[in-house]
């Protein structure tokens, strides 16, 4: 059976993943975020944020209440709903 924990399902992040960005001296979510690419999938980070920062709590030492989440960054543009339903382009 396989010993792989996955925190974050969108980008197949593991725990493994993020215990080696901490080990690299990285030392909050922004920084974990950018290393492994956590948050950036399709969920932004609602399913694996609590995870990954309990997980980021206890690799630095820090409590879970120390630990800030990332910055969102919502699309710049908002995409019109018809481009995700399959509507014909005219």
Same mark, same amino acid.
């Given at each position: 059976? &396989? ?9 197949? %992040?593991?725990?493994?993943? %993020? ?36 997980? %980021?709590? /206890?690799?630095?030492?820090? &409590?879970?209440?120390?630990i800030?989440?990332?910055? &969102? /960054?919502p699309?710049? %543009? ?13």
């Amino acid at each position: 059976m &396989s010993k792989k924990i996955i925190l974050c399902r969108c980008e197949d %992040v593991t725990a493994e993943d %993020v215990e080696r960005a901490a080990r690299t001296g990285f030392s909050d979510l922004e920084e974990i975020k950018r290393y492994t690419g956590f948050g950036t999938g399709p969920c932004q980070g609602k399913e694996c944020l609590r995870g990954i920062a309990a997980a %980021v709590a /206890r690799l630095t030492g820090k &409590s879970e209440s120390e630990i800030r989440p990332f910055t &969102s /960054r919502p699309p710049l %543009v908002p995409t019109e709903i018809k481009f995700f339903a399959g509507t014909p382009r005219r």
